[in-house]
């Protein structure tokens, strides 16, 4: 047997990772996923400005292709709005106001499942297809795409709500320090307690819906204004 | 420290004694029958390329194997020895570390700039280089289409009247570009012995200089994964002198004089129906 | 074993959801496509079915792995928890776990089995090349077997070392308990056999014949099989992001108090060189992928040159995923490498700041060379000085990798042990891997050698003589920690001499074969080559007898034999190897303090632990 470590089985003790642990991966997570998704992005800006420059057989671009500018403004609103409503939210509960937080949330929620839906309406109402040339198939691919992270994202939102929903009594404050982990070099409470995990949880939520509205903004310029 | 030790001396022996035998191998042995031969200028040059890298690795190649075969054999705990011992705390030696990047950043950047001058030098050194190419060759061409299909090529004669062949005949002595171009999926003309390497891409007119000078036959392969029969789409092709040549293509003009009319106008690229599409 | 057991979120339910699931989504998908069914009729293909059936598949497949339960009850905002899976013993290797450890052997598990079945395919390869025309493979199914040879071994592999062994050791060696997203890390590891069967189903849609690198527009000219390569990759590439993620988010924020980013073991640096290869990369490939998708199943013209699209575009963006791809194979060799070879040198790390710039510098470098696989292909070719020029330099990074080995060998004290050997082998390898991929960066050699059978062989020798000896090094060294046996070591070296003999013996030819004209992915080549094909071939078949020694020795000594491990057999100083064999589930009693790199040979310290921590009972009070 070794000094180190004893044989036993309990999952508990690998569970009780200290929130302050586990906040700083919440928030290095959303960072590295962060920049994944810019390369994913980066992948369409190149297919945007390649084929664009390649012009191939000129149908690149048909004088019948035209994206729906009205409305791509009104999605990128949307997802923009959005996005500074969360921000302000995760501002507002690192602050303790767990009221604001939870009434903004729910308008960034809201907005942001509005600009899903209204992305929905412009394929509905579009007027071409995929079969119509390169800036089409991009044009499809991209925003389509776009809104399925814009989705993922609101889930996100949506299970961060819940929880502040669920635990509302409890309070994010009220630390219990204590040798929960095992570790006396590592206090805090539990993740028993799921409450203490919303507030990272919203600060790394905010960060990467900002980087995503950004995304929103870049493909608004080059898609529908370029 | 490690420079002045018996044992750095006598790898540095090693290598310098290991490199000097094996450098005039390379140089008078290897370096001649490296590929492609001889047939064409740009084919030489690939040689002379070959070589120069060849050269270029042997002291480092030298060096590492020396080094690894030494230290096997002498810093090899003894047999027997069970009690493990540590060796000598070393965490590293900056003047051998700096003595290793400027060697080998030397190495690289030789390299790449001997490279550049080969490729500009050498007309594109017989590769696909895009449809416009820096580096030209002075003097009258010989354009010769490649057109890659699923499974063969065919080659035009623009200044034949755009004759359309299913044999690759070239001049001797005569500056050739190949316009390298598909009808369908990506191809790749590589002609072995002339030292041209091509892609073809529908679309896309693709040039390749190269200059025959040897009266012979040369090997034609697709080396581009382009579907079902890619392992078939094989060809030989023959240098001829100008004489045979103007026979040839006059042979084959008349041959396909019936066939002209039905041929698509001589372009850089086709595009078989714009309605196309694939999958 | 009773009904009960059965039913319930396990392996069992996960492949009948699985299976049900695609045939739902197959129908669902023929269902979707109903009214444009005469465009289908003609070519008798339906894509949309096809990839729909895929999906469903999947998604049913990790529910019934259990996979949704998190997401659903985080839905209604109901608390997180790791305690999926309790059960015990050997049910834990067959489900949804999160123990770090069981995902490590699930991984080795898994992913040899995989590599094994993408062995056998070399095989037959060259079994049909000991003859210059046919043998016995038709056009079409040799194509489908050398696609799916690099397919899986490319998408595998990626994940070969970093799989296994990062996720097994990297928690310990920063002084862990878990990774920093559990649930994610037993993802990857499930993503990957899903991902596995769907490429194995390619046979029965007709395979595929584009190889692994699936170039447009003969991948829209494919028939359905190409989709389970899309598929296939674009799961891998998703369970890569996410491996990369996990991996960089555990190293930044899990290590233990004292373990400073340079006292980080070498292989750990390795690790994040890697995750950050798979983090940035494999995005830019699942976009490549579903631009494919949308090309043949929603007919868009993203790689149809005839229709605004480009086939330029498609290799543009694979090789900017794949040339990292090669680099997310080579790097976690090289921190194997680095990490067995003070172990059997018995001395310090030589140059440990130059390892990790080394390690990191291909990271970087490797973003900015892709096009030299584009170097005949027309492509921007006014540029191609700035990659002949890059990739050169990428020798460098490389440089310092061997120069930091070479130092560690100095004055050492020399073991040839089973995994020493692998990693000397790796050197000798890498280095004929190294050179001959100088050929391939200088444009005016890469005219010849250039898709023909020397760079087949130049990146064999660097991914299978570099990552699968390093892979077999890391087995034959860590594994004993994992299950707490030992290796034969007799069998051990018959396995490496016969492997190293047969490996040298089957590609170096192969690289003169590509020097006289051979290219690449044909089933029939020039008679006056057959000679030096049948050496290879022979020289195959050999290899791969080696691997069957590897598995009786797997076999006889963690089945049969159970020669008990010990805590440290190889008198190492890095903490896994202080701990018991195998590793207790919770790690560590209590998190240990770092006062160094685990290198400390010959110095005064005993091991890299700055304190020797306090036995306590396992359990704390919760």
Known sequence: ?226 | MWSRSSDGRRIAAITVIGTAIVLPLVVFVLGPNMPPGKATEVAKGQVTDNTVLLVVMTPFTVFILGYLVYAIVVFRAPKGETELRDGASMRGHMPSQIAWLVTTTAAVLFLAIFGTTELLANNGAGSGSGPNPVAKPSGAMLPVQVIGQQWEFTYRYPTYGGVETAELVLPAGQEVAFHVTSLDVVHSFWAYELGVKADANPGVDNVAYVKPTKIGTFQIRCAELCGLWHGYMFDTGRVVGAADFNTWIAAQRKQFAGVEKYLPKYSPSYSPDPTFRAG | MSLRRLIGFNLLSAVVLGVAGFYAGWWLGHQITGPSIAYFSATNQNDIALFVAYLVGVVGFLVGLGFANYPVQRLLGKPPTLREKEQQGAARYFGLCTDHKVVGIQYLLGIGAFIFIGGLNAMLIRFELMRPTHLVWNGNNYLTLVGVHGTMMMGMMTSGILGPFANYFVPLMIGARRMAFPRIEALTFWLLMAAGTILMTTFAFGGFPTGWTGYAPLNEQANMGMDAYIAFFALVGLSMTLLGLNMLATVITMRAPGMTWGRLPIFVWATVSTSVLMLLAAPVLISALLMLTMDRAAQTSFFNDQAGGSSYLYENLFWFFGHPEVYILALPGMGILLEILPVFSRKPLWGYRLAVTGMLGIGLMSFLVWQHHLFVSGINADVRPFYMLSTEIISLPTGFIFICALGTLWKGRIRATVPMLFSLAWLFNFLIGGLSGVFLSDVPSDVTTHGSFFSMAHFHYTIMGGLLFAFFAGIYYWVPKMTGYNFNERLGKWHFWIMFLAFNSTFGPLLVIGFLGMPRRVVTYAGYLQGANDWVSVSAFVLGASMLIFLANLIWSQVFARVPTGVNPWGSKSIEWQLPSPVPVHNFDRIPTFGSDPYPYGEDAGSMLAQRPVVSPARPTP
Not at chain 1, 64 to 73: F, I, N, W
Request: aromatic content about 14%; some cysteine; hydrophobic content about 50%.
């Open chain 1, 1 to 226: 047997m070794s000094e180190l470590a004893h044989h036993s089985t309990d999952y508990s003790v690998v569970e009780s990772e200290s929130p302050q642990v586990m906040a700083r991966n919440l928030r290095v997570a959303s960072q590295l996923w962060a920049s994944a998704t810019v390369f994913f992005f980066f992948a369409f800006l190149f297919a945007y400005f390649y084929l664009r420059s390649l012009n191939s057989q000129h149908l690149w671009h048909p004088h019948t292709v035209k994206a729906p500018v009205g409305l791509g403004t009104v999605i990128t609103a949307c997802v923009v709005v959005s996005a500074l409503a969360g921000w302000y939210a995760a501002r507002r509960l690192e602050a303790g106001d767990e009221r604001s937080w939870r009434s903004a949330g729910i308008a960034a929620l809201a907005l942001g499942l509005a600009a899903v839906v209204l992305q929905i309406v412009e394929f509905w109402t579009i007027g071409f297809g995929p079969t119509e040339g390169g800036f089409a198939s991009v044009f499809l691919g991209w925003t389509g795409l776009y809104i399925l992270f814009v989705l993922g994202t609101m889930y996100w939102l949506e299970t961060l709500l819940a929880t502040s929903f669920r635990y509302r009594g409890a309070g994010a404050a009220g630390h219990e320090p204590g040798e929960a982990s095992g570790d006396p070099g590592r206090t805090g409470d539990d993740i028993d307690r799921p409450i203490s995990l919303v507030r990272p949880g919203a600060g790394a939520f905010a960060f990467y819906w900002a980087v995503l509205a950004v995304i929103g903004v870049a493909t608004w310029l080059i898609l529908y204004l370029l």
